[in-house]
């Protein structure tokens, strides 16, 4: 198994045992994990459920909504950037087809 593979795996199985140390299901558990997608998400909801202790599938499902949204919103960000330096450099440097 590689890294990137155990790590994921070890991630999302401290998720689940986080998600059913406050007695819900073991599969709302593997669905948070499915939807969260990395292991840095998956800890941080697995911090989240430790220290909140949230009484409600609701207040969990909130909280794996609000980390989605600033996993978007931090792509968006970082593409929004890069295109922007590519722009730079275009502005800069032109298309580098002139005869100059």
Known sequence: MDYNKKNWT?????????????????EFGCEIAKNL???????????????AKPKSIEMVVDEMLAICSEIEAWKVKKDSLEANARYNELLNNGLGNDDE
């Open 37 to 51: 997608g990395s292991p840095k998400a998956m800890d941080r909801m697995t911090a989240y459920l430790l220290q």
């Open 10 to 26: 070890c991630s999302r199985d401290n998720l689940v045992r986080a998600v059913r140390s406050l007695d819900f299901p073991e």
